[in-house]
């Protein structure tokens, strides 16, 4: 009984009082409205999750701005209508649908393989998808869906394309990455000897660990990154409470609550994706990186998610979990800068 409240009950509360405090928060404060943002013609972006709700106006957006755009998703008829939908709007920029499960490593490693093959630079990496409040399930890899989706297949994009991001930084002009993470995170906690939460599954709790792992890997990641003097930063950033498919595992009765509180206080998608475009392609985040971005503004995490041995042991787990080389792990120079963490790693 007391292990069913700790892990189901607590996360429960917990990632509900979260939702709370955000609603509070976007009842007394305006959304944050994006600044003029300098155009972007040449630069190559990638959105996972790009074919609706806040990944697609991230795409409609960076496109506008003159960027060549690749939507990288799982559903190829949603794609293609995005890139439709994106290419009747806009006249500089480019959209285009390129295939990913990232519930599959093997697809995601595809995926990179696919694009570095294609000698394009990767100016903006935006990690979008996203899933929430889904029954228990795995990855096809065995791995819990939230974790698996939300964070893992993440992480291993990221490093597959790290390589391509520092190539196409420069001082005064880095390439970006940004984690779309959430307030819940707030709520996380994170079992180093459980990620697949088999003692006692809360989808709550699951989706809260995701969200916190991301955030864990965004400071650690740009910590090694300003190490190795590199060209690339890597932000979080939290969203709000925005009213897309994201709530449809709600419980019956949540979502009953749910559809006339959306129509009052939620965010839109576009309003939701704001913090994402301005971290992706803003001049005030110019070389500016480890933030977590909330509305707009800088804004401080957890305090768990502050934890230099968190963060440490969660990049040393995850490698292992997706079975990433040394040679592979990060682009050559960084690899050098870090080759005492990464043998350690491969230990």
Known sequence: MWLWVQSVLVPLLTLYLCGVKVLIYQLFNRSFTLPALPKQNGRVAIVTGGTRGMGFETARHLARLGMHVIIAGNERDEGL??????????????????????TSLTSVRR????????????????????TMLVPERQTEDGFEFHFGLNYLGHFLLTHLLLDSLSRSGRHGCCSRIVNVSSATHYAGVLN??????????????????????????????????????????????????????????????????????????????????????????????EEVGGCYLYNGHKTRSSDLSYSSELQANLWRRSCELVGLKEAETLCCGLTRSIEGFTSETHM
Request: net charge neutral; aromatic share 10%; hydrophobic share 45%.
């Open 81 to 102: 209508a995005a890139v439709r939908r994106i290419h009747e709007e806009i006249s500089e920029g480019k959209a285009e649908f390129v295939f990913v499960d990232l």
């Open 111 to 130: 995926f990179a393989q696919t694009f570095k093959v294609r000698g394009l630079p990767l100016h903006v990496l935006v990690n979008n998808a996203g």
């Open 192 to 285: 180093l000897d459980d990620l697949n939460r088999r003692t006692c599954y809360s989808s709550h709790g699951a989706y809260s660990q995701s969200k916190l792992a991301l955030v864990l890997f965004t400071y650690y990641l740009q910590e090694q990154l300003t190490a190795g003097g590199f060209s690339v930063t890597v932000n979080a950033v939290d969203p709000g409470m925005v009213d897309t498919a994201l709530y449809d595992n709600l419980w019956s009765l949540a979502q009953a609550m749910k559809k006339p509180v959306a129509k009052i206080l939620f965010r839109t998608p576009a309003e939701g994706a704001a913090t994402a475009i301005y971290a992706a392609a803003a001049q005030e985040v």
